[in-house]
């Protein structure tokens, strides 16, 4: 089956400082990558839509330039988060689609899990 | 009021018993249900899926969907400790493809 592999999966940081997190279609191209945020107890809450070659689109009240999206190959996106800020420590997790299953057919990756020191 | 409620638990329920799982949904648009098992900080994984009214088993799960009162369920039967972790329900329509609304999860446990 379809296969989404995340990197890192656990990463610590000091507030001020960048992360970058990536997002790798293993054996299938995604045109498409969805990234999520996950805080304790709480439903997964999509961030954006990460397209190919084009700008991500955000969701109401997801700060774009803080939450960097770039999706520069088929397989891989990527989201950094920059001037992290303790609050933003969170479960981030991405999905995307093998065009070739059915509509339903998303992976997720396993997550990364960020915490801000 | 969230699209979708789901009552976070946790359940909790004896080896071998039946867990029942439940979402209700205010959109009336979702065409597409999930339910995913999430485990303690790893991504979600899906368990099943339907589309429109109706009832699926897959093995020791039935999922269950009655859009006219807008609630799915999820059965789990003869429930096994590995069964244990948050499952979520999760609900697309066909004009957001992959955006996926999500339940809050129910934490289950299943005791030996």
């Known amino acids: 089956g379809a296969v989404v592999s995340q990197h890192p999966s656990w990463v610590i940081c000091k507030s001020g400082t960048s992360v970058k997190i990536e997002c790798r279609s293993l054996?299938?191209?995604?045109?498409?990558m969805f990234w999520y945020r996950q805080f304790p107890k709480q439903s997964l809450m999509l961030m954006a839509t990460?397209?190919?070659?084009?700008?991500?689109?955000?969701e109401q009240g997801v700060e774009k330039d803080k939450f960097l999206i770039n999706h520069a190959s088929l397989t891989l996106s990527t989201l950094t988060v920059t001037s992290a800020h303790p609050e933003d420590s969170s479960f981030y997790i991405c999905?995307?689609?093998?065009?070739?299953?059915?509509?339903?057919?998303?992976?997720f990756g396993s997550g990364t899990r960020l915490t801000v020191v | 009021q969230k699209e979708v409620e789901q009552d976070p638990g946790p359940l909790s329920v004896p080896e071998g018993a039946i867990v029942s799982l439940n979402c209700t949904y205010s959109n009336s648009a979702f065409q597409y249900f999930m339910w995913y098992r999430q485990y303690s900080r790893k991504g979600p994984e899906l368990l099943m899926y339907t589309y429109s009214s109706g009832n699926k088993e897959d093995g020791r799960f039935t999922a269950q969907v009655d859009k006219s009162s807008k609630y799915i369920s999820l059965f789990i039967r003869d429930s096994q400790p590995s069964d244990s972790a948050t499952y979520l329900c999760a609900m697309i329509s066909t004009d957001s493809w992959g955006k996926f609304q999500f339940g809050a999860g129910t934490q289950v446990v299943v005791t030996p």
């Open positions: 054996d299938f191209q995604a045109t498409t």
């Open positions: 990460s397209n190919e070659g084009s700008k991500a689109t955000y």
């Open positions: 999905s995307a689609r093998d065009p070739d299953t059915s509509n339903y057919g998303y992976t």
